[in-house]
């Protein structure tokens, strides 16, 4: 998970630069679109980089169908939105993933390499918390495959 200042350094994964040799792909995700990113390194196999901006590690509000089945999305409470200063913030609206565990996304199928970047002061998720259950998932499944 790339944090603050170090996210300089990192402005190389969003250019193209060859990495991902042909056939293959990679992804760039932000918010909603950065759990469709993991969703697509997961189940398309063509798929070889995703990058994660500001997003969740489950699949959130719609169901995602797939060949063999459903991963069904999780959920929000609108109701805990707050609005201060005109300004909406939502970071407490989604559900927490581990207590919905058929919406985790199960990126440690996937035969990709991952970069998670988070914005600590985004308001619209709990990025960095989404992030760290994601690496998380990843090194209990002995990968190393993310940055």
Request: hydrophobic fraction near 40%; charge should be negative; glycine fraction near 8%.
């Amino acid at each position: 998970m790339v944090r603050g200042k170090r996210l300089k350094g990192f402005g190389h994964l969003l250019i193209p630069v060859g990495s991902v040799l042909k056939p293959h792909v990679g992804t760039i995700g932000v918010s909603k679109g950065a759990d469709i990113t993991l969703s697509m390194a997961t189940y398309i196999p063509e798929v070889k980089a995703a990058v994660w901006i500001n997003g969740c590690n489950a699949n959130v509000q719609s169901h995602l169908i797939l060949r063999d089945g459903i991963l069904p999305g999780l959920e929000f409470d609108v109701a805990r939105t707050k609005i201060e200063n005109d300004v909406i913030d939502c970071i407490e609206v989604l559900e927490n993933p581990a207590d919905y565990p058929e919406t985790i996304i199960p990126i440690e199928k996937a035969d990709a390499h991952f970069c998670f970047l988070v914005g600590c002061d985004d308001r619209n998720w709990k990025s960095e918390f989404h992030a760290d259950l994601a690496t998380s998932r990843l090194r209990g499944a002995g990968k190393n495959n993310f940055e």
